[in-house]
């Protein structure tokens, strides 16, 4: 099995930084696309950045000049630097990859984390 373990989640005043931390293991072959994705209260699941294998990298606009997603492919992890934040970022952030495991040849599962609590007091 696979499984992604984010943490680094927490409370900050509007402003703060926080950094995302999510952790890959299990039967992997290879990890491609990685992302980050935030669900508020009421609202729907919504992406905030990827990164492909290679390092290129995709946000949204809410937080593009906030927010850096970077990746370390020895470690089989990915992180969000999260700069200026505002009370609107408060939100339960999963992380995502794009996984090719060793029991399934040439077949990509899309794994999800059980997600971390990311809240910004105004």
């Known amino acids: 099995q696979v499984q992604l373990v984010e943490s680094g989640g927490g409370l900050v005043q509007a402003g703060g930084s926080l950094r995302l931390s999510c952790a890959a293991s299990?039967?992997?072959?290879?990890?491609?696309?990685m992302g980050w994705y935030r669900q508020a209260p009421g609202k729907q699941r919504e992406l905030v950045a990827t990164i492909t294998r290679g390092g290129s990298t995709n946000y949204a606009d809410s937080v593009k000049g906030r927010f850096t997603i970077s990746r370390d492919n020895a470690k089989n992890m990915v992180y969000l630097q999260m700069n200026s934040l505002k009370p609107e970022d408060t939100a339960v952030y999963y992380c995502n990859a794009k996984i090719l495991t060793l029991v399934a040849a040439g077949i990509q599962y899309n794994f999800w984390g059980q997600g971390t609590q990311v809240t910004v007091s105004s």
């Open positions: 299990g039967i992997i072959f290879r990890i491609n696309d």
